[in-house]
């Protein structure tokens, strides 16, 4: 078995939030509509079975990590590329050769705390964390295991 690996995936509450996530019967969903190269080779290559995901909601004030969750299905091609109409539709994407994937994940722990940004950027140790540089836009980003440890510390959950 491969070493556990610790991502940051981001995404806007309004699309789908951790309180979705929470909702869903077995509180497990897919990963879906990622659409840029670098994050889908995340997705598709690296990102793994048992893998943490800190929950990061975006494009809200202030945005902020407010939970985990665990990779339960490593990657797989996204169909929501191959259905015309879907707003995740790509005409160049097909079963036979799919260009967009996507894993699955299951919440883990809510936050006590939630883990504003402006936290993140101001503690030591998450310097060099993808989110608290200036024009890092990836939806799916690396975490060390020491800025996860941190994290979920700030959060309350270590």
């Not at 491969?2 to 019967?25: C, H, I, N, Q, T």
């Not at 995901?53 to 985990?68: D, E, N």
């Not at 050769?97 to 894993?103: A, G, L, N, S, T």
């Not at 998450?126 to 990836?138: K, S």
């Amino acid at each position: 078995m491969s070493e556990r690996r610790y991502w940051l995936f981001k995404s806007e509450p309004g699309v789908y939030s951790f309180e979705d996530l929470l909702a869903e019967v077995d509180q497990t969903t897919y990963w879906e509509g990622v659409r840029n190269y670098q994050a889908r080779n995340y997705l598709r290559d690296v990102v793994q079975v048992g893998d943490g995901v800190l929950f990061y909601h975006s494009r809200i004030k202030p945005p902020a990590v407010v939970g985990t969750a665990v990779v339960v299905r490593a990657g797989y091609p996204d169909d929501s590329a191959w259905e015309p109409g879907n707003p995740y539709f790509d005409s160049r994407s097909t079963p036979e050769r799919p260009v967009w994937f996507r894993v699955d994940i299951r919440a883990d722990k809510v936050f006590p705390r939630v883990v504003p940004l402006d936290v993140l950027k101001r503690t030591p140790g998450l310097e060099q964390m993808m989110v608290t540089r200036r024009g890092a836009r990836l939806s799916i980003q690396p975490v060390s295991p020491s800025e996860w440890q941190i994290v979920l510390g700030l959060g309350g959950v270590a």
